[in-house]
């Protein structure tokens, strides 16, 4: 694989990248513009990328079809999935800024198109989609107003969440058609779309009351999570997914602080801190924003709001929630350690989790995941041939197989084998267990006494039996 760098002031050009060359294999969802050798069976795609040419797409497995003969531009568009959907726990920007780069991207398509007054899909991100910290009340909210019940067990027998109480939405600058904002370009004005006007609306319909500050330009909208209030977010929304992404459109809007210049430096940057460059607005800045989201919680009659959860229970409704968002859809998730933050038992139960939120079978064709970790629970609950084990030595990256069964395997074993730490205790104690060691070995010291000192200040543990053991079995030790 080679790398190749140039300069592209014309824009983005399909046969210029980083790598610059590749080749790519992986099974696609089953679809109608090729007669495959089986109803059931996935096509096999290839993707080949050479130095200064474009990427082409092959299927290795079709009936009447060469498969030397690259796809055209519909049948490519068939054998990607529907959305890549990424998710990142921590400041891991060589995940997202692909992703971030792209939604300013969109961001600048949706302004074009509201200025020249053609139409908009109102999708504010294409195949391309991060969702970060703040998308999480969004992707809570989704989950619970418009949600199946049994998809989100989960939540219910892990954390007691039984739903969302209540909540509220603020919306500044959508009430005019020309818009009171400051736009990305510093102009004085940014427009509102037709498309996001008509989310406005039929949130506004879909809330238990509502008030227009005119002096202000803003609009608070109340929702009593109810029964009633269930029944018209479905009229108007239809599903999980489709509310999620007026909210995202929405969300979307509070880019438009960011100049030209800003975006354009963005872009431009090899440095991979651009998010920092990005300013932040003020809440009250914001063109929108979710506020004062009361949530039920099994036990607890206490007002729960969504922002005193902790990071873990965030995590969890982060992480699985995009899960049960898009299980109906055709997506590859890319999710970077999913699990730092949860608890040992979370960590345990965290595959059979996400199974419980994505369908057995799909008719989109299904999903694909790719996870990273440093958990061995999650290892243990994974066949050999789905994990990937990475080295990097003398800046060398190897990449392997575990040679042992992982499926079931003790998290000692896989501690040990794949993380290449042969102790189960901390350093301190261990510390500790070598400084016993070395007094055992001074005939001067009483070993019965060492041995109840060994017992009074560590734990038990592999490493205190075998020194023990180690004690007893010397000729000082014995009786």
Same mark, same amino acid.
């Given at each position: 694989?080679?790398?190749?760098?140039?300069?592209?002031?014309?824009?983005?050009?399909?046969?210029?990248?980083?790598?610059?060359?590749?080749?790519?294999?992986?099974?696609?969802?089953?679809?109608?513009?090729?007669?495959?050798?089986?109803?059931?069976?996935?096509?096999?795609?290839?993707?080949?990328?050479?130095?200064?040419?474009?990427?082409?797409?092959? =299927?290795?497995?079709?009936?009447?079809?060469?498969?030397?003969?690259?796809? $055209?531009?519909?049948?490519?568009? /068939?054998?990607?999935?529907?959305?890549?959907?990424?998710?990142?726990?921590?400041?891991?920007? +060589?995940?997202?800024?692909?992703?971030?780069?792209?939604?300013?991207?969109?961001?600048?398509?949706?302004?074009?198109?509201?200025?020249?007054?053609?139409?908009?899909?109102?999708?504010?991100?294409?195949?391309?989609?991060?969702?970060?910290?703040?998308?999480?009340?969004?992707?809570?909210?989704?989950?619970?107003?418009?949600?199946?019940?049994?998809?989100?067990?989960?939540?219910?027998?892990?954390?007691?969440?039984?739903?969302?109480?209540?909540?509220?939405?603020?919306?500044?600058?959508?009430?005019?058609?020309?818009?009171?904002?400051?736009?990305?370009?510093?102009?004085?004005?940014?427009?509102?779309?037709?498309?996001?006007?008509?989310?406005?609306?039929?949130?506004?319909?879909?809330?238990? &009351?509502?008030?227009?500050?005119?002096?202000?330009?803003?609009?608070?909208?109340?929702?009593?999570? $109810?029964?009633?209030?269930?029944?018209?977010?479905?009229?108007?929304?239809?599903? %999980?997914?489709?509310?999620?992404? /007026?909210?995202?459109?929405?969300?979307?809007?509070?880019?438009? %602080?960011?100049?030209?210049?800003?975006?354009?430096? !963005?872009?431009?940057?090899?440095?991979?801190?651009?998010?920092?460059?990005?300013?932040?607005?003020?809440?009250?800045?914001?063109?929108?924003?979710?506020?004062?989201?009361?949530?039920?919680?099994?036990?607890?009659? /206490?007002?729960?709001?969504?922002?005193?959860?902790?990071?873990?229970?965030?995590?969890?409704?982060?992480?699985?929630?995009?899960?049960?968002?898009?299980?109906?859809?055709?997506?590859?998730?890319?999710?970077?350690?999913?699990?730092?933050?949860?608890?040992?038992?979370?960590? &345990?139960?965290? =595959?059979?989790?996400?199974?419980?939120?994505?369908?057995?079978?799909?008719?989109?064709?299904?999903?694909? !995941?790719?996870?990273?970790?440093?958990?061995?629970?999650? =290892?243990?609950? %994974?066949?050999?041939?789905?994990?990937?084990?990475?080295?990097?030595?003398?800046?060398?990256?190897?990449? &392997?197989?575990? $040679?042992?069964?992982?499926?079931? /395997?003790?998290?000692?074993? +896989?501690?040990?084998?794949?993380?290449?730490?042969?102790?189960?205790?901390?350093?301190?104690?261990?510390? !500790?267990?070598? $400084?016993?060691?070395?007094?055992?070995?001074?005939?001067?010291?009483?070993?019965?006494?060492?041995?109840?000192? +060994?017992?009074?200040?560590?734990?038990?543990?592999?490493?205190?039996?075998?020194?023990?053991?180690?004690?007893?079995? &010397?000729?000082?030790?014995?009786?």
């Amino acid at each position: 694989m080679n790398a190749i760098r140039k300069p592209s002031p014309g824009g983005y050009r399909e046969e210029e990248g980083i790598p610059d060359a590749f080749e790519l294999e992986y099974l696609s969802k089953p679809f109608s513009e090729f007669e495959l050798l089986e109803k059931v069976q996935q096509p096999h795609v290839k993707i080949v990328k050479e130095i200064g040419s474009g990427p082409q797409f092959f =299927i290795l497995n079709g009936v009447g079809i060469d498969q030397n003969t690259p796809l $055209d531009s519909r049948q490519i568009k /068939a054998v990607l999935p529907d959305f890549v959907v990424a998710y990142s726990s921590g400041e891991n920007e +060589i995940l997202s800024l692909p992703f971030f780069k792209m939604r300013f991207i969109h961001f600048d398509e949706y302004l074009d198109s509201v200025r020249k007054e053609t139409p908009y899909s109102g999708t504010p991100e294409g195949r391309l989609i991060f969702l970060d910290q703040d998308l999480n009340q969004a992707i809570l909210l989704s989950n619970f107003i418009l949600g199946d019940d049994s998809h989100l067990q989960p939540f219910k027998t892990e954390m007691g969440l039984e739903g969302v109480k209540y909540f509220r939405i603020i919306l500044r600058d959508v009430l005019y058609p020309s818009g009171r904002g400051v736009s990305s370009d510093n102009t004085g004005q940014w427009p509102i779309s037709n498309n996001a006007r008509f989310i406005v609306k039929r949130l506004s319909r879909c809330a238990t &009351s509502f008030y227009c500050d005119k002096d202000t330009d803003t609009i608070y909208l109340d929702y009593w999570l $109810d029964d009633d209030c269930r029944k018209a977010f479905k009229l108007h929304f239809g599903n %999980s997914l489709d509310l999620f992404r /007026a909210f995202q459109l929405l969300l979307t809007l509070n880019l438009y %602080s960011v100049s030209n210049q800003q975006k354009l430096e !963005m872009y431009q940057s090899k440095s991979l801190y651009v998010n920092e460059t990005i300013p932040t607005l003020p809440s009250d800045q914001r063109v929108m924003r979710f506020k004062d989201v009361v949530l039920k919680k099994t036990g607890v009659d /206490a007002t729960v709001y969504s922002k005193a959860l902790s990071d873990g229970e965030n995590q969890f409704l982060h992480t699985l929630g995009l899960c049960t968002l898009y299980r109906d859809s055709n997506v590859l998730f890319l999710l970077d350690e999913p699990d730092t933050h949860f608890n040992p038992d979370w960590r &345990s139960k965290f =595959i059979s989790r996400l199974k419980e939120c994505l369908p057995e079978t799909s008719s989109s064709g299904g999903h694909e !995941m790719l996870i990273t970790t440093h958990a061995p629970f999650l =290892i243990s609950d %994974s066949t050999p041939e789905k994990v990937l084990v990475f080295n990097k030595a003398d800046g060398v990256v190897s990449v &392997s197989h575990p $040679d042992y069964n992982t499926l079931g /395997a003790s998290i000692n074993k +896989i501690t040990m084998t794949t993380f290449g730490k042969r102790e189960t205790i901390g350093l301190r104690a261990q510390t !500790m267990l070598e $400084d016993f060691r070395t007094r055992s070995k001074d005939d001067n010291e009483n070993k019965e006494l060492l041995i109840a000192e +060994i017992n009074r200040q560590l734990g038990d543990s592999v490493e205190k039996v075998l020194l023990i053991k180690t004690i007893l079995e &010397s000729p000082e030790g014995q009786c």
